[in-house]
């Protein structure tokens, strides 16, 4: 029994040491382009936190929230392609934003074309640095791209 309780307890309470390091969170960007030469000037954050969460909510999230777990799983790929780049990683990230976008009902008036970027956000003493680790492909967004 006392050894079924040694097996089971860093289960129930996690180590301090369940990560080799802390360190910044890739954040993803997308920008809607109208043809694949454009260059993306205006990025847009790709699932923005929001400022206030609600206490009823925070109670709710914690028993039920598949999309921060779906979040979750793109930090993951965001910080695989860092690291290293597979297509695997890039068409999810590109695959997960094209389905917010036409969840949003964006689909219907926005460019033809979609690229997104990797960056991670530091502090620099009481500055913030935003540093870009990767830049994807322009994509064909919606199915018009004869532009």
């Known amino acids: 029994m006392l ?28 920008s ?9 000037v205006l990025w847009q954050e790709f699932r923005p936190r929001p400022p206030c969460v609600p206490a009823s909510v925070m109670l709710t999230r914690m028993v039920y929230n598949p999309r921060w777990n779906e979040t979750l ?11 290293n780049p597979t297509k695997h990683s890039q068409l999810e990230i590109l695959n997960r934003i094209k389905a917010d976008l036409a969840g949003d009902g964006a689909s219907e008036t926005t460019a033809p074309y979609l690229q997104y ?13 935003k540093q870009v680790t990767f830049t ?3 994509y064909p967004y919606s199915e018009d791209t004869s532009a």
């Open 3 to 30: 050894q079924t309780l040694k097996l089971l307890l860093p289960a129930l309470l996690p180590s301090w040491r369940f990560f080799d390091a802390i360190a910044p969170s890739p954040r993803i960007e997308f």
């Open 32 to 40: 809607l382009l109208q043809s694949r030469t454009e260059k993306s």
């Open 73 to 83: 799983f793109l930090v993951s790929c965001a910080e695989r392609l860092t690291v």
């Open 117 to 129: 970027r990797l960056h991670f956000v530091s502090a620099d003493g009481e500055e913030l640095t």
């Open 136 to 138: 994807s492909p322009v």
